[in-house]
């Protein structure tokens, strides 16, 4: 863990948007664990931004942003959807890698180019990980008819419509068990350890409580 601030002004304003997106909390904590930083280097950050207009820390230690910061964190976290985009859609860049690569491009992103890829692409599509430009609640994803692979139904065949992407290391294990954006996955058990056994276009495995509750899927219409 990192032990001093590495990451910038634009990264903490977004990880604070995309946990508010996804009805968490934030406190400091949270943005130790989202960051990879010590809480040393996130009461810093925090002390620095609340200063600068950015957020808000309450009493209780609950962080929120700003309008000021909230626009910031908007923009940085469009740049990163375009980003994501661009280098998949035009440039052909497997899914599993266009996160790490928009992380280190998004915040060069100059105003005129952004708005050339807004242009292009537009503001409403999905990234390659069949996401939106901000994350939604578990509860928005359920209305939608959306269900965690963790929690759908054996002898099932699903889509998969949503990744977690922050964890590159979940992604290339994603991509290596044809767990991809779109493709097709049948339940066949879940298992008393909480694992569960899929089959999938490259195959059948099992994978664990940690990988399944980071996929959302659709059941697929007409499919047991």
């Known amino acids: ?9 634009e990264d903490y304003l977004k990880a604070i948007l995309e946990a508010e997106s996804e009805g968490q909390t934030v406190i400091s904590a949270t943005l130790a664990h989202w960051l990879d930083v010590s809480p040393p280097a ?5 002390r620095r931004l609340k200063r600068d207009g950015f ?7 609950i962080v929120r942003l700003t309008p000021k910061g909230k626009e910031t964190a908007y923009r940085t976290a469009l740049r990163h959807h375009l980003i994501e985009r661009m280098l998949s859609e035009m440039f052909g860049m497997p899914w599993y890698e266009v996160h790490d690569e928009a992380e ?17 692409l537009g503001e409403k599509g999905t990234c390659p990980h069949g996401n939106s430009v ?3 609640t578990p509860v928005q994803r359920g209305r939608q008819g959306l269900a965690l692979l963790s929690e759908a139904k054996e002898l099932t065949e699903y889509t998969v419509c949503s990744l977690y992407e922050r964890d590159p290391k979940l992604l ?3 991509n290596e068990v044809g767990i991809e954006p779109q493709g097709a996955v049948r ?7 909480q694992t569960v056994a899929i089959e999938t276009a490259k195959g059948s495995f099992t994978i664990g409580a940690p990988a399944a509750q980071k996929v959302w899927v659709r059941r697929r219409r007409g499919k047991g």
Do not use: C, W
């Not at 863990?1 to 002004?9: C, G, L, N, R, W």
């Not at 957020?55 to 230690?61: E, M, Q």
């Open 1 to 9: 863990m990192k032990t001093f601030i590495s990451v910038s002004k």
């Open 42 to 46: 996130v009461s810093m950050a925090l």
């Open 55 to 61: 957020v808000d820390v309450k009493a209780d230690g």
């Open 104 to 120: 280190r491009l998004e915040h060069a992103v100059s105003p005129a180019f952004e708005a050339r890829l807004l242009e292009k």
């Open 134 to 136: 901000l994350p939604e």
């Open 172 to 174: 290339q294990f994603l």
């Open 187 to 193: 339940i066949v058990k879940k298992n008393y350890d």
